[in-house]
Nanobody, 124 residues
Framework: QVQPVESGGGSVQTGGSLRLSCAAS????????MGWYRQASGKEREFVAS?????????YADSVKGRFTISRDNNAENTVYLEMNSLKPEDTAVYYC????????????????WGQGTQVIVSS
């Protein structure tokens, strides 16, 4: 069983920054796209960003473009990061790391594995 594990959530004021990390453990190779979703209280889970297995193809939700950066460590299997800058109160949510069964994944690709989530709170 593959299990993505997130870290790095927390509380920050508007305009601040946070960096989320995720490492997927379990029996899998490194040929997987990875990404991030988020779910705010009372809202549906939404796509945030995805990155292909070698990092050459990246997708972002319009709401985070120019503020968030997804990256991966090609020296570490299935490890992905989300650098979040200029945070807004509407970015408050539980952020989930996902691993896809494909090499490349867009905003409409269904993830195969989900992490447990890490809370991000942005106060005004």
């Amino acid at each position: 069983q593959v299990q993505p594990v997130e870290s790095g959530g927390g509380s920050v004021q508007t305009g601040g920054s946070l960096r989320l990390s995720c490492a997927a453990s379990g029996r899998t190779d490194s040929n997987h796209a990875m990404g991030w979703y988020r779910q705010a209280s009372g809202k549906e889970r939404e796509f945030v960003a995805s990155i292909s297995w070698k990092g050459g193809a990246i997708w972002y939700a319009d709401s985070v473009k120019g503020r968030f950066t997804i990256s991966r460590d090609n020296n570490a299997e299935n490890t992905v990061y989300l650098e979040m800058n200029s945070l807004k109160p509407e970015d408050t949510a539980v952020y989930y790391c996902v691993l896809y069964s494909y090499l490349i994944a867009s905003s409409t690709t269904t993830p195969q594995y989900w992490g447990q989530g890490t809370q991000v709170i942005v106060s005004s």
